[in-house]
């Protein structure tokens, strides 16, 4: 059975007092409940928080993931962290290709798929994020769209380091606005994701990717979307800066 995948993007929030707040509130939270076993909890902080945030706690509670990486090996990149640097420090998963890097910093697809290969070469899982902006939903493009992103960001590789991938559906319009995508919306694409994986690899691997939603995901409304057969947890950011919304987020499987 595929894994519930909960992970909280903290982006570029908190000091690292207030990150070390948050981090002993989840696990305060983390001991008053208890979690479906099949679900694994994620915390992704800003880079220089990765080594506080590790010290916490064991895998048993939760994994560490970075938010970024870079697309390089090593060398002269000035204010960039290798997969290499991550392994190093067990990190567990990374972001990867997330709508604020692509329209901010300009990561295409391709930087997309150099990033996942060099994290793969490391054994880190990215979480590799995908969604339509506005207007190409409002076009009706948003199939195009992530059919391109999955394909040109991840169908270069073999079906057995694509069984290290997990991949996080965030419409664009929906991130960060209060604007949830609806229960049938996300699981229309997320079906979709999952039957351009069946295509490529064939039926075994798409069962076993876990597929997130991620947008506006909160505890009030997480329950209905996690409902959904092909959505498998959720990318969560600004409700991961709070501990028991994060954790109501967790707990809603
Ligand atoms: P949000 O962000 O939950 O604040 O909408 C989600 C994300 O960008 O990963």
């Given at each position: 059975m595929r894994k519930h995948i909960v992970a909280g993007n903290w982006k570029m929030n908190k000091t690292f007092q207030e990150a070390d707040d948050l981090v002993s509130g989840i696990m305060d939270e983390m001991e008053k409940t208890t979690l479906d076993s099949n679900t694994q909890v994620v915390i992704c902080p800003p880079f220089p928080y990765l080594e506080m945030v590790s010290d916490y706690g064991d895998d048993s509670y939760f994994m560490v993931g970075a938010?970024?990486?870079?697309?390089?090996?090593?060398?002269?990149?000035?204010?960039?962290v290798s997969a290499a640097m991550l392994e190093s420090m067990d990190i567990d998963y990374c972001i990867v290709g997330h709508s604020e890097r692509r329209a901010y910093y300009h990561e295409t697809d391709e930087i997309v798929a150099r990033k996942v290969d060099q994290l793969l070469k490391y054994g880190i899982k990215p979480?590799?994020?995908?969604?339509?902006?506005?207007?190409?939903?409002?076009?009706?493009?948003?199939?195009?769209?992530?059919?391109?992103?999955?394909?040109?960001?991840?169908?270069?590789?073999?079906?057995?380091?694509?069984?290290?991938?997990?991949?996080?559906?965030?419409?664009?319009?929906?991130?960060?606005t209060g604007k949830t995508a609806t229960p049938e919306q996300a699981q229309e694409i997320h079906a979709f994701i999952r039957g351009l994986i069946v295509e490529k690899y064939g039926k075994e691997v798409a069962d076993e990717t876990s597929i997130l939603y991620g947008g506006s995901c909160k505890p009030g409304n997480a329950k209905e979307l996690f409902a959904n057969p092909d959505v498998d947890g959720g990318l969560i950011g600004g409700a991961s800066l709070k501990a028991e919304d994060f954790m109501g987020i967790a707990t809603a499987f």
């Open positions: 938010q970024n990486v870079s697309d390089q090996e090593s060398g002269a990149y000035t204010g960039e979480i590799v994020c995908c969604g339509e902006v506005l207007e190409e939903r409002e076009a009706g493009r948003q199939f195009d769209v992530v059919k391109r992103q999955i394909t040109d960001g991840l169908f270069h590789l073999t079906a057995e380091q694509f069984g290290e991938v997990v991949i996080a559906y965030e419409p664009v319009w929906a991130i960060g």
